[in-house]
C-alpha cells in the first residue's frame, strides 16, 4: 500500500473561487465549537480550512503538574462521550511504566466496561449523524438505548460521565453484586435497540443517497492522512488496536473487524453499527469469563515511577488514542502527550471534502465523529 | 502477533541507507540527525522490507537543553510498530525538515508541535498556530513557559 504523498495546499485548487462559506463555530452540525471556512467553486466544496482550538484547556501542560493519579480526572474530559476508554489507556500507560499490571478482575471489569462505552459512543453517533443528514427519528430511539448505559455506569461508578474509575492497576471499587445481572440485562436491551436503529436508518433511501459515495477517500490517501478507528476501517483496512496489539483481555475474547468497501459516509456509519454488535458479543463473554478476585494491585498509592518513557495505545471508538509518558523520576509526569485520534482523523477531512457538494459538507464533518474536547485537548 | 522494532534493528538498514545519519540507537528508538529526517522517513516508508505506511504520532519532548521530536510510526502490512528520535538544540529557533510530505497525517501534528513547543518545520505548507490564537506569545508547553500574569484580557474584548 503505497502512501500518496501530494502536498497538502490551503489554497484552492482551481483558482476560480466564488466565495468563501464560513461554517461555525457555532453551528449545530458540528456537534462543538469547530470552524471551517470552505472555497466554494458554484456548488463544489474546492477547499477546506479548519480552524480549531476553541477548546483548549491545555491539558498535557495540567498534566504536569498533577500526580500521576489525579491525572486521570482529566483524561475523563478528553473525550467525553467515551470517558472510559481514556482513562483506561492513561492508566494502561502509567502501568506501563511503574510495571505494575491490574489483576485479572480488574482487567474484565475495565474491557466490559469500555466496550459498554464504546456501544453508547457509537449510538450518539449514530444518533446525531441521522440528525446532521435529516432523519429526526433514530436520536429517539438512540439517546433511549444509550440511557440504558448511562445509567449502568452510574451504577457502577457513581458518575454518568467523568468516571474517575479507573486507577493505575486497577479500578476503584469492585462492581456491585448485580453487575452480572444488570449487564446482561443492558446487553439483551441494546442488541435490541441496536437492531431497531438498524432497521430503521441502514438501507432507508433518503438515508442512502445522502450517504452512499459521499465523502469517499481511499485505502491509500486514508494511511497516509493516519486516519485510524472507523474512519481507516471504512475505507477496507481492518487495522484496529484490539486485534493489531492486543490489550487487557481482548485476546482471549472472540470479534471480527468490520470493514467498509468504498471509503465513503455510509461506510464509516455502517463499520460503526457493526461494532456495536461486536461489541455486544464481547461483553457477553467476558462477562462469562470474568473471575472473583482483587481489583487493585497491591502496592503503594503514591507512585514514583523511575525515569524512563512508555506508550501505550488502545481502540478509542473515534480511532487509535495513543499515550506517551516521560518521567523523570518524581511523582509527577514530565511530558504527557496524547495521540488523539479525533485531531489525526481531522487531516482526512480535505481530501474527503474535495469537490463534494456544499449540502454535503455537513455529512461529511459528521461521518469523522469528532468530539472537539479530544481535538483541543 | 505485533512486532516493536528495537532502535538496534533500525539503525542497521538506516547506516547501511544513510552512513553517519543514524546516530544512534537503544532499545526504544533509533537516534537521526535532524537535518536528515525527512529523507528517512521517506525510506521507511517506501524500504518493502520496513514498509511504514502510517505516521502514528508526532511530538516532541523538552529536554531543556534540546528539543527531542518523537516520531512513532506503524506498518499496517507487518503489522510493527517503530520510534524515531531526533534532537534539535538551541532555544531561540529550532527547526528541522517537514515530513508532511512524506505523511500527509503529520500536517496538523507538526502545527500542533510548533504551536506548543516552538520546533519549527521547514517547508511545511501551512505552519501556523493551531490551538492557541493568532498572537499569542510564546510556547506553552516548553519547561520554561510563564503564564502572563493576571489580569489578562483577550484580543478582542473583556
Excluded at chain 1, 491545555?58 to 498533577?66: D, P, Y
Excluded at chain 1, 436491551?189 to 438501507?203: N, P, W
Excluded at chain 1, 471509503?263 to 455486544?280: A, F, P, T
Excluded at chain 1, 504527557?336 to 482526512?348: D, H, I, Q, T
Aim: charged share 25%; aromatic share 8%; net charge negative.
Amino acid at each position: 500500500m503505497e502512501g500518496t504523498a501530494a502536498p497538502m495546499s490551503a489554497e484552492p485548487q482551481t483558482g476560480v473561487v466564488d466565495m468563501m462559506l464560513n461554517m461555525g463555530p457555532q453551528h449545530p452540525a458540528t456537534h462543538g465549537v469547530f470552524r471551517m471556512v470552505l472555497s466554494i467553486d458554484g456548488e463544489r466544496v474546492v477547499g477546506v480550512r479548519p480552524h480549531i482550538g476553541y477548546l483548549h484547556r491545555g491539558s498535557e501542560k495540567l498534566s504536569e503538574h498533577e500526580s500521576y493519579g489525579q491525572v486521570i480526572t482529566l483524561f475523563d474530559r478528553l473525550d467525553y462521550v467515551s470517558n472510559l476508554n481514556n482513562e483506561l489507556v492513561f492508566a494502561r500507560a502509567a502501568e506501563e511504566l511503574m510495571g505494575v499490571e491490574a489483576p485479572e478482575r480488574a482487567q474484565y471489569i475495565r474491557t466490559i466496561l469500555c466496550e459498554l462505552n464504546r456501544v453508547a459512543s457509537h449510538l450518539l453517533f449514530i444518533g446525531t449523524y441521522a440528525l446532521d443528514v435529516g432523519a429526526m427519528t433514530p436520536v429517539m430511539y438512540t439517546f433511549r438505548e444509550r440511557e440504558r448505559v448511562q445509567n449502568l455506569f452510574e451504577h457502577v461508578t457513581g458518575a454518568r460521565m467523568m468516571h474517575n474509575y479507573f486507577r493505575i492497576g486497577g479500578v476503584k471499587e469492585d462492581v456491585p453484586g448485580d453487575f452480572a445481572e444488570r449487564v446482561r440485562s443492558v446487553v439483551r436491551h441494546l442488541r435490541e435497540g441496536v437492531e431497531e436503529t438498524d432497521r430503521l436508518l441502514t438501507f432507508n433511501e433518503v438515508y442512502l443517497a445522502r450517504t452512499r459515495g459521499v465523502g469517499v477517500i481511499s485505502a491509500a490517501d486514508a494511511v497516509s492522512c493516519g486516519l485510524t478507528g472507523p474512519c481507516l476501517r471504512g475505507s477496507g483496512v481492518a487495522y484496529d488496536v484490539r486485534k493489531a496489539y492486543p490489550y487487557e483481555v481482548y485476546d482471549r475474547l472472540e470479534f471480527d473487524v468490520p470493514v467498509g468497501e468504498f471509503g465513503d459516509c455510509w461506510d464509516r456509519y455502517w463499520v460503526r453499527l457493526q461494532e456495536c454488535y461486536e461489541s455486544l458479543r464481547m461483553t457477553e463473554q467476558a462477562l462469562e469469563q470474568m473471575p472473583d478476585g482483587l481489583v487493585m494491585a497491591p502496592g503503594r498509592r503514591i507512585a514514583r515511577p523511575p525515569k524512563g518513557e512508555a506508550y501505550a495505545h488502545a481502540e478509542n471508538p473515534r480511532g487509535d488514542i495513543g499515550v506517551f509518558l516521560v518521567s523523570d523520576g518524581t511523582d509527577k509526569p514530565y511530558r504527557v502527550k496524547v495521540r488523539p485520534p479525533s485531531f489525526c482523523n481531522l487531516v482526512g477531512l480535505e481530501r474527503m471534502m474535495d469537490g463534494a457538494y456544499v449540502a454535503d459538507a455537513v455529512a461529511i464533518l459528521g461521518s469523522l465523529d469528532i468530539v472537539l474536547g479530544e481535538v483541543d485537548r | 502477533m505485533s512486532v516493536a522494532a528495537t532502535g538496534h534493528e533500525l539503525a542497521e538498514p538506516l547506516r547501511a541507507a544513510f552512513g553517519e545519519a543514524a546516530l544512534s540507537a537503544d532499545d526504544g528508538a533509533v537516534y537521526v540527525a535532524p537535518g536528515s529526517i525527512a529523507e528517512v522517513c521517506a525510506y521507511l516508508r517506501d524500504d518493502p522490507a520496513l514498509d511504514f505506511a502510517m505516521l502514528n504520532s508526532l511530538t516532541a519532548v523538552d529536554y531543556v537543553e534540546c528539543f527531542e521530536v518523537v516520531y512513532r510510526l506503524t506498518s499496517l502490512r507487518r503489522n510493527a510498530t517503530c520510534v524515531v528520535k531526533t534532537r534539535v538544540y538551541g532555544r531561540d529557533d529550532p527547526a528541522l525538515p517537514t515530513v508532511s510530505g512524506v505523511w500527509r497525517g503529520a500536517v496538523l501534528q507538526e502545527r500542533e508541535v510548533y504551536d506548543l513547543m516552538g520546533v519549527r518545520f521547514e517547508g511545511h505548507p501551512d505552519l501556523r498556530r493551531i490551538l492557541t490564537w493568532e498572537g499569542f506569545e510564546g510556547h506553552p508547553l516548553r519547561r520554561d513557559y510563564l503564564e502572563p500574569p493576571l489580569p489578562y484580557t483577550w484580543p478582542h474584548g473583556g
